[in-house]
Structure formats: C-alpha cells, structure tokens
C-alpha cells in the first residue's frame, strides 16, 4: 500500500475512486456543464489536500491551477467554509460508501472482496486520506466526518469477516485491529503491498477452518 488511508479499506476504496485524482482544467463561460465544473471544483480541492493539507485550500490558488476565474468558484460554493464542507461529503461518498456499493455488486466469493479492498490506488490518494486524518485533529467537522467514516470502514469489513465466518462476537475486533493497522502502516510511508502480501492479509483474515 501506498503510505496513506483509503481502506486497505481507505486503499480499495480509493483505487475504484481514482477519478477524484486529476483536475480537470475548464473554461467558465454562459456555456458551461454546471455540474462538471462543481465535480472539478470538488476534484482539484482534494487534490489540493493531498498535496498541500488544508493550507493548500485557496480559492484564487485552486482556480489559478484549473485556469478558471475565481467567480467560478462562486457560482458553485458560498464561502469556503461551504467548500470544506462539500469536499468532506465528496470524499466520505467517493472513498467509501461509492467503494463498498461496487464491492457488494462484484460477483465474487468474500476472500475476494476482502482482497479487492486492499487494492492499491494512486499514491496521491494515499496522502489524501493521511491530510484528512492530520485536519481532523484540528477541524470538528472535519474529525466528525472521519470518525464516522471510520466507523462505516469497520462496521463493513466486519459484515465481511462474518460472511466468511468469524463469530460475530469476533469479527468487529478483528476488523478494527486490521483497520488500525493499515492506519499505522499508512502513517509510516510503508511501501505498496505486493499481491502476494494482500493475498497473505486476507489468508490471516480468513478462519483457521477455511483457509
């Protein structure tokens, strides 16, 4: 994994995300796709967090690099604060509920979900997830929207564990162990996981009978 959060469950849920990664570069004119250029203005503000923390959310800065003009910004948002806001519901809907939405509809056996959440995204993803978790500590809103999403992280890999066959006593404490410990693995910049190792991972999340 990439040294940040989306799923091992942060890195799932952000490999199927990865069309948040890029800004896409608009012209605002009477013409314009009103919803693209709010997604855009969504997609650069995450891609501001992740390269530059919640220092990096500037409006004339963000608009410079979308090569849009500032009043852009003030046909989608109200203030920044607004902004913020939208961006911590853009990033709980794309990075986690979208992510366990497409994991459910795969057509695959509960090993493979698990391991389908420990997918790799962009490296950029990874640091994303790591300046949410650092603003949360300053930022109640923001420390609002990552504990709930922890807890939506947990609760499903959990659900997972159960379908697999942990009793349901032990699946909840598995699934938050492994959760922190793809927290810690992220917070020390530790290299990608190799398949072999994600297929290592799910073997240990798997019950002794069922190997």
Same mark, same amino acid.
């Given at each position: ?19 948040? *990664? ?97 997918? *790799? ?67 020390? *910049? ?8 994600? *297929? ?12």
């Amino acid at each position: 994994m990439h040294p940040i959060a989306p799923f091992s469950m942060l890195q799932g849920m952000n490999s199927f995300a990865s069309s948040i *990664g890029v800004a896409r570069t608009i012209r605002y004119d009477n013409g314009m796709d009103d919803k693209k250029n709010r997604q855009s203005w969504l997609s650069a503000g995450l891609q501001a967090l992740a390269d530059d923390g919640p220092e990096g959310l500037r409006i004339m800065t963000i608009a410079q690099k979308m090569g849009v003009t500032k009043g852009s910004f003030y046909w989608h948002f109200k203030n920044l604060e607004d902004y913020q806001s939208a961006l911590m519901d853009e990033w709980e809907q794309v990075h986690t509920q979208q992510v366990m939405d497409i994991v459910d509809q795969q057509d695959a056996d509960v090993g493979s979900k698990l391991a389908k959440l420990f997918t *790799g995204g962009p490296p950029h993803l990874f640091t994303l997830g790591r300046a949410i978790r650092a603003w949360s500590m300053t930022n109640e809103q923001v420390r609002e929207v990552q504990e709930r999403v922890d807890r939506k992280r947990v609760e499903y890999v959990a659900t997972l564990l159960t379908d697999i066959g942990w009793p349901a006593d032990q699946a909840p404490v598995i699934a938050r162990w492994n959760y922190c410990a793809f927290i810690g693995h992220a917070a020390i *910049g530790a290299p990608e996981m190799s398949e072999a190792e994600i *297929g290592t991972v799910v073997q240990l999340l798997t019950p002794p009978g069922k190997r």
